[in-house]
């Protein structure tokens, strides 16, 4: 048996033998490994497919979003129907199809949960950074602003604000992103605290970086893992915001769908008791989608974060 | 003026939900279906009375409440047939009152034994205690809302209210106002007679004494501010029942008046000793408690149309239907705005609206043929002068869209319009707005629909008639209960479709039409109830032939009760069981 000499010219062959991943394909890697996250996946998508594929379903079915089917699609009493062949998950209580109605309405409530989200990040994101980085003053008062917010009661303030202006979907979106930024904020401002003494940071500041260009070229990357997560979960809050809002009669206005307000319909008049798919459709929906977006957020953490409980699987 | 919706469906408030009616006593084994004397009648409802001062309510639910404490002169027997419910009858007077020929003065005779459970014992109720009733209508503090029928009708009434108008609104002083000064047109030439003289004549009289803010007021009311809690707390009652205590939105206790007899009562037999009235119970809760038998009968809350098809399904005979005399939807075509080029005020685009219309869908949405019924007059189905009639006829009223399309395009607008409607955001009304909506788009026209708090919908937004000139809206869906029963047409025309240069409150757009003004004057001059019933149907037309408001549906009133209670038969004036004459099984 000979021993061959560990020559460089080996070293280096062994060495192209491993395969050198990068954070994000090992980070993938991780997330698809976790069968929760995989189905949360792939819900979301066929979430995002169905609301895309609303007007396809109003032109196979031939129903329209607001379209009133008095004859076929309520008794003459005004009770809603079942779910039958015409109307796959049965009517509402003005004789509208509920399979439509909860597509457009996925459409309402992922553009409010994403679009409110990104917003929301936004200002989370900018306001955790500058009170993070540059303290003192700048922090005490960002830092009471965010408590602020925080203390204001969601439902009173919201009521108050329709009152004044009148529902809409701005309107939601805009009250969803006043109350949904503060949380990533905290966190943003708590990381920035802790990466601010660090020694790249120090080293960019002994080069000369500037203030700003430290904080977007040195802190903000290695704040990409909290953004990610806290956005993902940022997402369901939002859906349920809007839920709410329009459950109350604060949000979409009718007859647009939205799954609050689809909710909303099925308690008014005590129309649960004798329809119950006016009930469980859009409740199932909204559980689905917000389950999966916060197994999703999960998902994300341990695979972003290998160091945490249940990561580096 | 009629505090209508409130009644309308159960009020989804924000009212906190106490816990519910006081300790059930399920069935107390008997199986026997006779009723007895005795028992305590529990009422759930959702809100308070809006007054416990007969001068002052306004609220058609609380009618039975005072029905129970206080009598008037005249009264509606309980019956189940809907004509005879509304036929007037003594009360306290022995009898109708013999009109003078020319219908001007109206003389009452007090029944025997009718009396006062004052503090210090029964007192009879007397003559003079009518005229100090109608005072009280227009304290300075607080009128009652039903003083603007009695103040020009009633001789030297408008006079006492003036000199009222300038008195310190503090319960001595008027008081003494009240004690020192007569309205003319009321005499009482002795204990037992009442004589009063009107300024012109009026068909409907004896129906408006009907009403509890007609009824007596006894010398201790005075004693007090009107409907304070100190005045709640010292009520003395003419009725069967009098006030054991009242918790505001909590508990409202009825225990029985010592001094009533009921040799002196022909309407009332007063089974129950005791009625307790919770109140912050919401509308599904309700009709489990009274399905359970933890409670008796309802207040203010009605069966919604899901609970209705349930109990139909199972045949419950427990539950009953009843009109109420009202329009219950119709639209005000706003004429004031200049939106849209001052469009609404061109009578052929206001003609189109009212053939858009598709009122069998807005039945449907109500409830069906069961709960609602087309209605297409300003007076509801048991109003004298309701005559059932098509003024903009569509076949099965499902409107004609077509049609519409037609006059729009007549009137210059082949694209439509774009109108803003407001609706209230409660119980069925979203579900209305919305099948509007969508019949009116199918004729053409673009509907912006914005909810509108409930509180806020007739307080700010209607009764604010800067609303409709500024162009807030311009379409909106509104009700009216007549104020009192039968012959009530007055009550409906009057404050609604009449201006006299001064605003009404519920008459939104200042409408006036001279012709239907003299048809009304007639009809109140009217001899006979045939009569007056062909002249106020005339003004019906004249007021539908401008085409401003869009009458819709008019609603029946459903009523449940429990298992427990026997002889469950509507009191025409409360819109519901009389709980004077109701039995509990024992």
Same mark, same amino acid.
């Given at each position: ?72 699609? #309520? ?32 459409? *309402? ?45 969601? @439902? ?50 002994? #080069? ?11 802190? @903000? ?17 939002? *859906? ?55 197994? /999703? ?17 | ?78 019956? &189940? ?28 005779? #007090? ?71 007569? *309205? ?69 206790? #009825? ?20 009625? &307790? ?162 019949? @009116? ?93 062909? /002249? ?51």
């Amino acid at each position: 048996m000979t021993i061959l000499p560990k020559t460089p010219s080996r070293a280096a062959r062994e060495a192209a033998a491993v395969v050198q991943r990068s954070s994000t394909s090992l980070t993938l890697r991780r997330l698809v490994r976790d069968p929760a996250s995989l189905v949360s996946m792939l819900v979301i998508v066929l979430i995002f497919a169905f609301a895309l594929a609303a007007p396809l379903i109003a032109e196979l079915t031939g129903h329209g979003p607001t379209e009133q089917f008095r004859e076929t699609g #309520l008794s003459p009493a005004g009770i809603p129907v079942a779910p039958n062949s015409e109307f796959l998950l049965g009517t509402d209580q003005l004789g509208r199809d509920m399979l439509v109605r909860l597509a457009y309405g996925a459409q *309402i409530s992922l553009l409010v949960g994403v679009v409110a989200s990104l917003f929301a990040a936004g200002i989370g994101i900018t306001v955790g950074l500058t009170a993070g980085f540059f303290g003192g003053a700048t922090d005490t008062v960002l830092s009471r602003v965010m408590d602020l917010v925080m203390s204001i009661p969601f @439902l009173l303030c919201a009521i108050a604000l329709v009152s004044v202006l009148g529902p809409s979907l701005t309107l939601s979106i805009a009250v969803i992103v006043f109350f949904s930024w503060t949380g990533l904020g905290r966190v943003i401002r708590g990381q920035v605290l802790a990466l601010k003494h660090r020694e790249f940071v120090e080293a960019a500041r002994s #080069l000369g970086a500037s203030g700003f260009s430290i904080m977007y070229r040195d802190v @903000l990357p290695n704040l990409i893992v909290p953004i990610l997560i806290y956005t993902t979960l940022m997402i369901p809050s939002a *859906i349920v915001f809007e839920a709410t809002l329009s459950f109350l009669g604060l949000g979409i206005v009718p007859p647009t769908p939205s799954w609050g307000g689809m909710l909303a319909d099925a308690a008014n008049n005590s129309l649960y008791l004798v329809a119950w798919w006016m009930v469980i459709v859009p409740g199932t929906a909204l559980l689905v989608t917000t389950l999966s977006f916060n197994l /999703l957020g999960d998902g994300l953490r341990d695979a972003l974060d290998p160091t945490s409980a249940r990561g580096g699987k | 003026m009629t505090k209508l919706f409130k009644s309308a469906i159960a009020i989804v408030g924000t009212v906190a939900i106490l816990s519910t009616a006081a300790c059930s006593t399920p069935g107390d084994g008997g199986t026997d279906s006779q009723g007895a004397t005795g028992g305590t009648l529990k009422v759930l409802a959702n809100g308070d009375v809006d007054h416990l001062d007969p001068q002052l309510t306004a609220y058609v639910p609380v009618a039975g409440v005072m029905h129970a404490i206080s009598r008037s002169l005249i009264g509606y027997p309980t019956v &189940e047939d809907p004509d005879a419910r509304i036929v007037p009858e003594g009360d306290l007077a022995a009898a109708l009152p013999e009109a003078s020929a020319d219908g001007l003065t109206y003389t009452f005779t #007090l029944r025997d034994g009718v009396s006062w459970g004052a503090p210090d014992g029964a007192r009879p109720l007397v003559a003079n205690d009518f005229e100090r009733g109608i005072k009280r209508l227009c304290n300075p503090l607080m009128s009652g809302a039903m003083l603007g029928y009695f103040q020009f009708l009633i001789e030297g009434m408008d006079t006492f209210c003036t000199g009222f108008a300038d008195v310190a609104p503090d319960a001595a002083s008027m008081k003494d106002y009240i004690e020192n000064n007569d *309205i003319s047109g009321i005499e009482s030439p002795d204990e037992k007679t009442i004589v009063v003289t009107l300024t012109e004549p009026a068909s409907d009289f004896i129906y408006m004494v009907s009403l509890d803010a007609a009824a007596p007021a006894p010398i201790e009311a005075l004693d007090y501010l009107p409907d304070s809690p100190e005045y709640r707390a010292n009520f003395v009652a003419s009725g069967p029942y009098t006030v054991e205590s009242h918790s505001p939105d909590a508990l409202l206790v #009825l225990k029985r008046n010592d001094a009533w007899s009921a040799d002196s009562d022909t309407l009332r037999k007063a089974y129950v000793d005791r009625i &307790e009235m919770t109140m912050g119970v919401e509308g599904d809760s309700a009709m489990q408690q009274l399905q359970a038998g933890s409670a008796d009968l309802l207040f203010d809350i009605q069966p919604s149309p899901a609970n209705i098809q349930q109990l139909k399904a199972v045949n419950d005979t427990k539950l009953s239907t009843m009109p109420n005399g009202g329009v219950d939807q119709f639209m005000w075509i706003n004429t004031k705005t200049s939106n849209n080029g001052g469009a609404l005020q061109d009578i052929r685009v206001r003609q189109a609206l009212q053939y858009a219309v598709d009122k069998a869908a807005v039945i449907q949405t109500m409830g069906g043929e069961e709960l609602a019924a087309v209605n297409n007059g300003i007076f509801g189905p048991g109003i004298v002068g309701y005559l059932p009639y098509e003024p903009y006829p569509t076949t099965g009223s499902k409107g004609d869209p077509e049609k519409a399309k037609a006059l729009l395009a007549e009137a210059g607008y082949p694209n439509g319009l774009t109108l803003k409607f407001p609706y209230r955001n409660l119980g069925l009304q979203p579900d209305i707005a919305q099948t509007v909506q969508s019949s @009116l788009e199918k004729a053409g026209f673009t509907i912006e629909l914005t909810p509108v708090p409930p509180t806020d919908y007739y307080a700010n937004l209607m009764t604010n008639h800067d609303n409709a000139v500024n162009g807030v809206w311009d379409i909106a869906l509104v009700g009216w209960s007549p104020d009192w029963q039968g012959g009530a047409a007055r009550s409906v025309f009057q404050p609604q479709f009449t201006f006299n240069g001064t605003p009404q409150a519920y008459n939104y757009l200042d409408y006036n039409n001279d012709e239907a003004n003299e048809y009304a004057k007639q009809a109140l001059l009217a001899t006979s109830p045939e009569e007056a019933a062909a /002249l106020w149907h005339k003004v019906d037309e004249s007021v539908l032939a401008d085409a401003v408001i869009l009458p819709i549906a008019s609603r029946l009133k459903a009523n449940y009760h429990s298992d427990r209670v026997v002889g469950f038969t509507p009191y025409a004036l409360s819109q519901n069981g009389d709980w004077t004459n109701v039995q509990l099984k024992k």
